[in-house]
């Protein structure tokens, strides 16, 4: 891995997040909505002040957010401010900063999405791979299959069924939000650290079950074509064990291109919890998106887009850097 | 001290939609130690099948039927699954057709070796296995360094030596060398086929080389064994075979061979290769035979030995045991 290559998917990966961002700026915009007048007309609906006032409130906002400007003049009052790492203010929950807003429902889809998304990877990979072994028993070959069924089943569709059957009908598990009403949030103590994987058991399903498939499936195929090499077949002339030819030769290579499949998971599945955190009503990412898209709130879409961009991108070049450790015969070029 | 290598009966056939293809009908044969049989035939005429039911890597819908493979005084059909894996690469080994793609693309070439001799014997030191490595490489003319390259690093010649340095690591008794040269260039093709015969005599393996290629044959085999729809025409000794060939299959194809001294008259053999699903009865060859009898058309000829050792499978000869 030359330096020169690093540099530049560096600075493709600055390109990649410039562009998204300008795009972003300039979509919400072109909406003649205005979030704060929506906002101090909704206060003003339930009687807060004279309706008269509103213009004078939204225009003395509109000066302070700098949004009485030329749009060309905002958007690179944005990309600086973005340079310096200021995202600004929500429109709608203002006086909290996009940052904060950002930092508060993080972890939520972290941790969420991070485990749900490897949880899955690895348990489609495994099994795809040993479906398409012809020396595993059968039984352990046809584990796979309920997956691949379940895969046209969306999450959403998932968890409203876990909920009323698990969640409803059994109650076994809670029905949503991120933790038990009443109880305080505490970090430290490991009851609510229990309480809280505990709620958050239903969502992961729902994302697990219906992905699991897709892994399956498109390793199934590799492993169909990787048994077949001639490395797999001078493995058994060599005399290794079952074992051995599986994890070495055979998953080892299997696994490439799914690694790369990875990376693009782990960019998509951030859009598919939004749903499904506002099904479960987790404070997380996807539903803060969600609810700034609502009231137009555009610095928050921004905040929250250029924060994915970067994580896709990010992602994206740290697995093409780790790929050259993976596959020996990318290393040279 | 008798044969290293003794063949008896070897019966392959393949269970298909289409009803069940005897690819190999009772092959026999025996090798010495030091011996080097070259095994020539169409495709599709069993060579290959032949070396996979000796190294009992038939796959479904294949089954071996019948018949004893014995290396150095052991039947290896009789040898359970487990002594198999440990008699693979110990006393029986394979060269594959495709050294190009025979080597894991993602582990060094020493991974490939050391699991090779871990699975044989668990008590070896990494050091061991190291000097093992080296030597392997050395023995075929490749540098230390080799083993901690990948076979992408590798040209064709270098990975067919890292195949056969593989293969010997064990000291098997057998080597099996499928097509070792197709794809090598002349030049690359005499220096393998010169390593296969170093190492032959190193480690005092039996070597069988499959393969189309009469000259390559004439050149380095001691006996030659003629295949056509799975079964041994003929099998004598390299100048016996070209000199004088007695089966009439084994007359055609060495006459089919360009010659210095006819340019520009190939003699082909008429007919096809006959389908092993509908095979002719009697001799399978009898369609295309320009000797054939009546006798050839009813009864499948027994191989007889002539003087000298040899064995054809033919009427022809039925008499003059």
Known sequence: ?333 | MGPILEVRDLQVSYYTDAGRATALAGASFSLNAGEKLGLVGESGSGKSTMALAMMRMIKPPGRIEAGQVIVDGVNLRELSEAQMLQARLNKIAYIPQGAMNSLNPVTRIEAQMADAIRAHDKQTTKKEIAARCRQALESVDLKPQVAKMYAHELSGGMKQRVCIAISILLKPKVIICDEPTSALDVVTQRQVMETIDRVKDQIGAAVILIGHDMGLMAQFVDKVAVMYAGRLMEVSTVREMFTDPKHPYAKALINSLPRLDNKGVFQGIPGLAPSLLRLPPGCPFNPRCSQAMDICRAVIPPSVTLEGGRTVACHLYADKV
Do not use: C
């Open chain 1, 1 to 333: 891995m030359s330096l020169k290559r690093i540099v530049g998917r560096l600075v493709f990966l600055v390109l990649v997040i410039w562009a998204a961002s300008t795009i972003t700026f300039f979509i919400p915009r072109l909406s003649p909505r205005n979030p704060i007048r929506e906002r101090f007309a909704e206060l003003a609906r339930i009687g807060g002040f004279s309706p008269q006032d509103l213009e004078a409130i939204v225009a003395s906002y509109n000066t302070k957010f700098g949004l009485d400007k030329p749009l060309w003049q905002q958007y690179f009052d944005y990309v600086s401010s973005v340079a310096r790492f200021d995202l600004g203010v929500s429109l709608n929950k203002y006086p909290k900063t996009v940052i904060d807003l950002i930092m508060e429902s993080l972890p939520w889809t972290i941790v969420l999405l991070f485990v749900t998304t490897i949880l899955s990877f690895v348990l489609g990979n495994l099994l795809g791979a040993i479906a398409a072994w012809p020396r595993a028993p059968g039984w352990l070959r046809s584990l796979a299959t309920p997956f691949v069924l379940l895969m046209g089943v969306p999450p959403v569709l998932m968890g409203v069924l876990l909920l009323f059957f698990i969640g409803f009908r059994l109650k076994l598990l809670p029905l949503g939000s991120a933790y038990s009403t009443g109880m305080v949030p505490d970090w430290s103590s490991l009851s609510f650290i229990l309480n809280v994987a505990k709620h958050q058991i239903l969502p992961a399903l729902s994302l697990i079950l219906g992905s699991v498939g897709g892994w399956v499936l498109s390793m199934r195929g590799m492993g169909v074509t990787i048994q077949g090499e001639d490395y797999v077949l001078f493995a058994e002339h060599k005399g290794l064990s079952g074992f051995v030819i599986f994890k070495d030769y055979y998953l080892r290579n299997a696994l490439l291109p799914q690694v790369t499949g990875l990376a693009l998971a782990l960019g998509t599945v951030v859009t598919s919890n939004i749903v499904v955190e506002s099904l479960f009503g987790l404070p997380g990412l996807g539903r803060v998106l969600s609810q700034a898209i609502q009231a137009n709130d555009f610095l928050v879409i921004y905040g929250i887009v250029l924060f994915i961009t970067i994580a896709v991108a990010t992602l994206m070049v740290v697995v093409e850097l780790l790929y050259p450790l993976l596959d020996p015969r990318i290393r040279q070029e």
